[in-house]
Nanobody, 119 residues
Framework: QVQLVESGGGLVQAGGSLRLSCTASGYTFSRYAMGWFRQAPGKEREFVAGIISWSGGSTYYADSVKGRFTISRDNAKNTVYLQMNSLKPEDTAVYYC???????????WGQGTQVTVSS
């Protein structure tokens, strides 16, 4: 079955960096665009970043993270990454990956990984 496993979250001070990973199994990863989403306490889950199907493909971002976050993928490893720099307290959330169409998640959710940014 389809499985997405996110990792790499943690506690970091404002201005710091983290790199999240999401490893997929159970489907042909290379055929699908992938995205990162996040959900802060008391808020709805929101789109963060997306990358089309091939490694090195086009990327797109939410305005709130543009210039600070970078999404990438390695189809040989069935893994999508999110490099997060210049982190802010408002980036605190549980981060999830998923297959996407545009900014819309279309697959099953994993357990997510918690990112906490202290001020």
């Amino acid at each position: 079955q389809v499985q997405l496993v996110e990792s790499g979250g943690g506690l970091v001070q404002a201005g710091g960096s983290l790199r999240l990973s999401c490893t997929a199994s159970g489907y042909t990863f290379s055929r699908y665009a992938m995205g990162w989403f996040r959900q802060a306490p008391g808020k709805e889950r929101e789109f963060v970043a997306g990358i089309i199907s091939w490694s090195g493909g086009s990327t797109y971002y939410a305005d709130s993270v543009k210039g600070r976050f970078t999404i990438s993928r390695d189809n040989a490893k069935n893994t999508v990454y999110l490099q997060m720099n210049s982190l802010k307290p408002e980036d605190t959330a549980v981060y999830y990956c998923n297959t996407v169409v545009g900014v819309r998640a279309v697959g099953s959710w994993g357990q997510g990984t918690q990112v906490t940014v202290s001020s």
